[in-house]
């Protein structure tokens, strides 16, 4: 006999109506499907955010899972579904020149800035100069600065380091606990200073997850928020504007009797994030 304890539930998501249908009817009546894993989309639907997802077909149909994989065909094609998409519901106008008051360039701060673009790259730079006709306008300071959606700060700390044997999510996820394990508050400081210097001029407001609370042994600072204050601090001396989530683990895995409690799974850096 089989005996089942629901230890937690999530409530389905319903995507935006509207939104679905314009993408199935733009991508020639690709089906519409559901799923039963949970996706970053779904928090941005239940907070009232015009969202849906974009699929690429998996042979295996795991997910979540080593065994998850796409063939680069199938990732090709959802590149070129998401562009198409995005063209879309920008209203279809393909811009090949751009002109700013300020741009921010390699060499500065500079006015009167014109760009040439071609297969989405830049073709041309001009310096001091006056808006041509048919140029696109772009309003802010600088060309280049922006808003960045929410995420972890991790993926700038592990960039090139995990792709040996050609690299997965499980790779990365390795490395990313590997380095969470050596970080304190002022390590943590240290490399978000670097990371902000790097994007000073292109990045002014941020969105950003933040999972490690504890020490690496699972204690509480004597400050409970001294990891959270460090990734502040840096952003501020940067001129950021930064949005902190604080993001937490609720369980720390799955065994044969069901979900482990957080922190006495076999990872033992999620007592980091509890």
Do not use: K
């Amino acid at each position: 006999m089989l005996f089942v304890t629901e230890e937690s539930r999530t409530p389905q998501t319903a995507f935006d109506d509207a939104l679905v249908s314009r993408l199935a009817g733009r991508l020639d009546d690709a089906p519409v499907m559901s799923t039963g894993a949970g996706h970053d989309a779904g928090i941005l639907a239940n907070a009232g955010v015009p969202a849906a997802m974009i699929f690429v077909r998996n042979p295996t149909g795991v997910s979540h899972s080593p065994a998850e994989r796409a063939e680069p065909e199938d990732c090709l094609a959802g590149v070129a579904a998401l562009a198409t998409v995005l063209a879309d519901l920008a209203g279809g106008e393909q811009w090949s020149s751009y002109w700013a008051a300020y741009a921010w360039l390699p060499d500065g701060c500079r006015a009167g800035v014109g760009f040439d673009v071609e297969d989405g790259r830049f073709a041309g730079v001009q310096v001091g100069v006056e808006p041509r006709a048919g140029e696109e306008i772009l309003r802010r300071r600088d060309a280049s600065g922006s808003r960045q959606r929410p995420q972890s700060c991790f993926p700038p700390w592990t960039r090139g380091r995990t792709h040996a044997g050609g690299g997965s999510f499980w790779t990365w996820r390795e490395e990313m606990y590997a380095l969470a394990a050596r970080l304190d508050p002022d390590s943590y400081l240290s490399r978000s200073r670097r990371v902000r210097r790097d994007g000073t001029g292109r990045i002014h407001r941020r969105g950003e997850f933040h999972y490690l609370h504890h020490d690496q042994h699972g204690r509480p600072y004597a400050d409970p928020n001294a990891m959270g204050r460090a990734l502040i601090q840096a952003a501020t001396e940067a001129g950021v504007r930064l949005t902190l989530i604080d993001a937490c683990y609720l369980a720390g895995g799955l065994a044969a009797t069901g979900h482990l409690r957080a922190g006495s799974g076999t990872d033992p850096l999620q007592r980091q994030g509890c």
